[in-house]
């Protein structure tokens, strides 16, 4: 299974850019797809993700700016992105799993397939 994401780009501060991730199989037939980053010299985090179900989780930092969402006749799983701010400098990451997993921080390595990354570039 392939992961690829796309939509990365370098904008200004308070400015939006939509991400886009999809597979080389249904993405839907994953238990739950989410969004990672990883800035220099810090973990990745977890701040985004959808379950089968339709749940969603964001984390505190983007929580009520970005927006995940599920495009099922492109079977793609896109990431709103909006106000971005200079601390969202970060390479960008979709990871999904057919595993049942509980979608909290951290977990990386209950995500079986990954993406290898989109750079996403806020300048202040």
């Known amino acids: 299974v392939q992961v690829v994401e796309s939509g990365g780009g370098s904008v200004q501060a308070g400015e939006s850019l939509r991400l886009s991730c999809t597979a080389s199989?249904?993405?839907?037939?994953?238990?739950?797809v989410a969004w990672y980053r990883q800035a220099p010299g810090k973990e990745r985090e977890l701040i985004a993700a959808?379950?089968?179900?339709?749940?969603?989780y964001y984390a505190d930092s983007v929580k009520g700016r970005f927006t995940v969402a599920a495009d099922k006749v492109k079977n793609t799983i896109t990431l709103q992105m909006n106000s971005l701010q200079f601390e969202d400098t970060a390479i960008y990451y979709c990871?999904?799993?057919?595993?049942?997993?509980?979608?909290?921080?951290?977990?990386?390595?209950?995500?079986?397939?990954w993406g290898q990354g989109t750079q996403v570039t806020v300048s202040s």
């Open positions: 959808l379950t089968n179900g339709g749940s969603t």
């Open positions: 199989v249904n993405i839907f037939s994953s238990n739950v």
């Open positions: 990871a999904a799993t057919s595993r049942r997993v509980v979608v909290a921080p951290g977990q990386v390595g209950a995500y079986e397939y």
